[in-house]
């Protein structure tokens, strides 16, 4: 079993649609989290970064942790076209990043 | 600010052979990790370093390594290639000084081992 799971989907949306994205994990040592966009042919690129459990807001995005369910979200509201990317959820003890599989999403016009 | 950089973008090799990639951290950046992408596996880790030292270490086998400069710049090699290791190199780079900080990716190297 994998320290983080995450639907590879692909996931396909209407533009506006509320997106849903999620990670579960096992490692209970795991303290920051982090969600990532990666478009083709490109790096990834940080989006949101949550310490512990909790919310954090960021435009139309907004990220939460469940360390008590070891689960962790990244929701994108008003979803447009520009979002269709790979979504990749990250989560470290020590700095070193641990990533899963990502979720590649489509938003259709 | 340039961001990081790896060169070369593109390399095809043959199985049996080495190679040796680069990359150049974002200015006044001290620590630069290393990551293997695949369709199958995702991203792992590969290993880590901080003014010139190795500070962590992936699960991969010791025909990958890698070392930094005093300049920060740092080099992976992969030696006797194998097929499997065809993948995204991605390197990041950040400060490096505290237990958790940005990490900022380059455009990776995309190896095909023949």
């Known amino acids: 079993q994998k320290e983080v799971e995450q639907d590879p989907g692909p996931l396909s949306v209407p533009e506006g649609a509320i997106v849903s994205l999620n990670c579960t994990y096992s490692?209970?040592?795991?303290?920051?989290f982090m969600w990532y966009r990666q478009y083709s042919r490109k790096g990834p690129e940080l989006l949101m970064y949550t310490y512990s459990s909790g919310n954090k807001e960021d435009g139309r995005f907004t990220a939460q942790v469940d360390k008590s369910s070891k689960y962790i979200s990244l929701f994108i509201r008003d979803s447009q076209p520009s979002d269709s990317a790979t979504y990749l959820c990250?989560?470290?003890?020590?700095?070193?990043?641990?990533f899963g599989q990502g979720t590649t999403l489509q938003v259709k016009p | 600010k340039a961001g990081v950089t790896q060169t070369p973008r593109y390399l095809i090799k043959t199985r049996g052979q080495q190679v040796t990639l680069s990359c150049s951290p974002i200015?006044?950046?001290?620590?630069v990790s290393w990551y293997q992408q695949t369709p199958g596996q995702g991203l792992q880790f590969l290993f880590e370093y901080f003014s010139e030292t190795q500070r962590n270490k992936g699960n991969f086998p010791g025909r990958f390594s890698g070392r930094q400069f005093s300049n920060s710049r740092s080099e992976m090699n992969v030696s006797t290639l194998e097929l499997g290791d065809s993948a995204l190199y991605l390197c990041?780079?950040?400060?490096?000084?505290?237990?958790?900080?940005?990490?900022?990716f380059g455009p990776g190297t995309r190896l095909t081992v023949l």
């Open positions: 990041a780079s950040s400060l490096g000084d505290r237990v958790y900080n940005e990490q900022f």
């Open positions: 200015s006044g950046h001290r620590s």
């Open positions: 490692n209970s040592a795991f303290q920051y």
């Open positions: 990250a989560m470290s003890d020590t700095g070193k990043l641990i």
